[in-house]
T-cell receptor, first 117, second 113 residues
Framework: EAGVAQSPRYKIIEKRQSVAFWCNPI?????LYWYQQILGQGPKLLIQ????????DSQLPKDRFSAERLKGVDSTLKIQPAKLEDSAVYLC???????????????FGSGTQLSVL | GNSVTQMEGPVTLSEEAFLTINCTYT??????LFWYVQYPGEGLQLLLKATKADDKGSNKGFEATYRKETTSFHLEKGSVQVSDSAVYFCALSDSNTGNQFYFGTGTSLTVIP
């Protein structure tokens, strides 16, 4: 079974530039998550999609971050403009997303390591 | 609200030593509890889980028991190997919040031969 695919693997940009990350979840997984993992911290949820609808984006800095999941499959996360504090690993994860599934398993991609200089 | 607190690392052990990584949680409902592991250069992957009180999750020699009375889910392994060197994350998922996952800060484990 193919896993969660993310690209690029690494990205280095200067502050105030824009950057976009791409994620292709496991086939058939309805729920897709974007997490931000700052060095030395646990993953922090940025946004959660159920199919192509947003379930939770309460921790997404909407003045600079945006995400979409057209057609309920793959997703892009964009930062515009980037700040130094955005340096982190951006993780995409997916799950089956069954209704009421309290013991759902998350499958993670390898992440995109972003460095903002 | 929901949160997870893990013991801080890093932890360094000799091969075959006993491992305990403490994890406690706060939840509004009846969460499921997980341990995820992140090997160097790889994404997080599920190590084990427990979905209700007194359940024991186990995998690859690791165990954790869901203790509702102490709101804990400590990770243990009787004899660690060099290949267990990784970062371990405790997490909970609460159906009251749309199955959102809450992660601890992670504990780095290094096992030396």
């Amino acid at each position: 079974e193919a896993g969660v695919a993310q690209s690029p693997r690494y990205k280095i940009i200067e502050k105030r530039q824009s950057v976009a990350f791409w994620c292709n979840p496991i086939s058939g997984h309805a729920t897709l998550y974007w997490y931000q993992q700052i060095l030395g911290q646990g993953p922090k949820l940025l946004i959660q999609f159920q199919n192509n609808g947003v379930v939770d984006d309460s921790q997404l800095p909407k003045d600079r971050f945006s995400a979409e999941r057209l057609k309920g499959v793959d997703s892009t996360l964009k930062i515009q403009p980037a700040k130094l504090e955005d340096s982190a690993v951006y993780l995409c994860a997916s799950s089956l997303g069954r209704s009421g599934g309290t013991n759902e398993k998350l499958f993670f991609g390898s992440g995109t390591q972003l460095s903002v200089l | 609200g929901n949160s997870v607190t893990q013991m801080e690392g890093p932890v360094t052990l000799s091969e075959e030593a006993f491992l305990t990584i403490n994890c406690t949680y706060t939840a509004t409902g009846y969460p499921s509890l997980f341990w995820y592991v992140q090997y160097p250069g790889e994404g997080l992957q599920l190590l084990l889980k427990a979905t209700k009180a007194d359940d024991k999750g186990s995998n690859k020699g690791f165990e954790a028991t869901y203790r509702k009375e102490t709101t804990s889910f400590h990770l243990e392994k009787g004899s660690v190997q060099v290949s267990d060197s990784a970062v371990y994350f405790c997490a909970l998922s609460d159906s009251n919040t749309g199955n959102q996952f809450y992660f601890g800060t992670g504990t780095s484990l290094t096992v030396i031969p």
